[in-house]
């Protein structure tokens, strides 16, 4: 029996990579041999970290230099798929002839053709879920049967509609990629294949960056699937104080100043809001506008990172973001931070979140509640379940034309950092980092997951 080696591919987005090289990095704890693979330009930007057992490799998406900013994602998903099957099915027969064969190929959300590619060699292959149990089960009834009605209530944002084993959701609460009209079409597509990859196999195992008791009764919604808890995927450092082999986050893709922890630790306990929309999300100048006031309204120290394409620098914005920086000593704004190192702090106390899985994921492991500003995909699903099931935040109200003004943010702060709703949702942070803690130490319910399916995997013919 040839030693396993498991081929991780992922798609080349940082949200992609970051949680799919933490799950690398676990396989890689339990004995086996792991090589992590995703686009050429993707892989030049990546800051990998040694690890015995834990190689890096590429394969051509068809735009070595970096996507060219004219083209769209459907565009770009369909070269995707035509030039990285043949790369990767080339990179895999390599490994072959060098006596290293691939033993299973697991790939996240994106990439469904890699199945076929896996199928077409004879290799066992399985999903990573880089999102919740509950949008992938949403996903899974959206074209198992519900598909028709979501989309004959689209234009009912406040239609609710019961999906087996879910809590009720509005329209408005679905990811954004179910909804018309949509920007992309190609997305949902590409979701639609995916279904259509695991609907060939009989219960196919799908692996979740999720923990069992985060969701206990969706990961058990769907009788089709067999859905596996394996996260949260995010550094172990931070999710076991005694761990500090992996403290640099070394998921992240590029390093930068670190002075922003200086700032940090000169703040009192929980007093920081600390704000971002992730890496792909731009916000319109008038609104971030709003969203200072709102900060300087609520009187509290804030940390924010604003990509710095993101504005002209000689705005009306950024005098004020300057005066309250140089001059009132109550903010910081950065390009970029290490995320989880910055919500590990003791000295926040807030995320304000575009609530991203990654970014919810890591608040929810290290007991920062939230105040969620869901933008596109699986975002308002993410923020429904941060404040009506896990109850450790709250969505914050946008106005008809989309912008969250000042005074809703500073509504949503005082609520969430403040009072009795806020101390509830506090003790709930606490409790959730404590489970996240549980589920991913040794023995924990995603520790032994991950065994387990390693085990299977390595017992394959």
């Known amino acids: 029996m040839p030693e396993s080696h498991l081929l991780v591919l992922t798609f080349p987005a940082q ?16 004995g086996v041999r792991v090589t992590f693979a995703t686009s050429v330009s993707a892989h030049r930007r990546i800051k990998s970290t040694p690890q015995d057992g834990l190689s890096y490799a590429y394969f051509s ?20 798929k ?24 697991v790939y996240t959300i994106l990439l469904p ?50 999906l087996p084993g879910l809590p009720p959701f509005t329209i408005k609460e679905l990811p954004s990629f179910l909804l018309p009209p949509s920007n992309y079409p190609a997305s949902l ?50 999710l076991d104080p005694k761990e500090t082999s992996d403290a640099s986050f070394g998921g992240d893709l590029f390093e930068k100043s670190r ?12 007093s920081v809001v600390y704000l971002s929309f992730g890496s792909i999300s731009v916000l319109p100048e008038h609104e971030m506008a709003e969203i200072l006031n709102g900060l300087l309204e609520s009187n509290r120290p804030f940390l924010w990172v604003i990509r710095s394409a993101e504005t002209d620098t000689d705005s009306e914005f950024w005098k004020k973001v300057r005066v309250a920086e140089e001059e009132m000593k109550v903010g910081l704004v950065v390009p970029w931070c290490s995320q989880v190192e910055v919500l590990s702090h003791p000295s926040v106390g807030c995320f304000v979140s575009h609530c991203g899985w990654n970014s ?44 969250l003004e000042g005074e809703e943010l500073k509504r949503c702060l005082d609520m969430v950092m403040g009072g009795e709703e806020g101390e509830e949702m506090r003790k709930n942070a606490v409790r959730w980092r404590d489970l996240a803690r549980e589920a991913a130490a040794k023995g924990g319910s995603s520790d032994r997951n991950l065994r387990a399916f390693v085990e299977e995997i390595s017992n394959l013919p």
Not at 15 to 30: D, E, S
Not at 61 to 80: A, K
Not at 82 to 105: H, K, N, Q, Y
């Open 15 to 30: 949200g992609h990579i970051n949680p799919a090289l933490q799950f690398a990095k676990r396989l890689v704890h339990t």
């Open 61 to 80: 998406d068809g735009y070595d230099d970096g996507i060219n900013p004219t083209d769209d994602l459907e565009n770009y998903l369909g070269r995707l």
């Open 82 to 105: 035509e030039v990285a099957s043949r790369s990767v099915s080339d990179l895999i027969r390599t490994f072959t002839d060098e006596g290293r064969p691939v033993t299973c190929v």
């Open 113 to 162: 053709w890699a199945a076929d590619v896996a199928r077409m060699l004879g290799i066992p292959s399985v999903l990573l879920w880089i999102q919740p149990a509950a949008v992938l089960t949403i996903y899974y009834h959206y074209f198992h049967g519900y598909g028709d009605l979501i989309t004959s209530k689209n234009n009912d944002p406040s239609f609710t509609i019961e």
């Open 189 to 238: 597509i590409t979701f639609e294949e995916l279904f259509r990859v695991l609907d060939k196999e009989s219960k196919p195992r799908v692996l979740v960056n999720t923990f069992d008791a985060l969701e206990a009764d969706v990961i058990k919604a769907v009788d089709e699937l067999e859905m596996i808890g394996v996260g949260p995927l995010i550094p172990s450092a931070f």
């Open 259 to 270: 002075d922003y922890i200086v700032w940090l630790d000169s703040k009192p306990p929980s």
């Open 360 to 403: 919810t994921s890591e608040s929810l492991a290290v007991g920062v509640p939230m105040v969620g500003v869901p933008q596109w995909t699986d975002q308002p699903a993410n923020t429904k379940m941060v404040e009506s099931v896990w109850k450790t935040g709250v969505w914050a109200k946008v106005n008809r034309d989309g912008v």
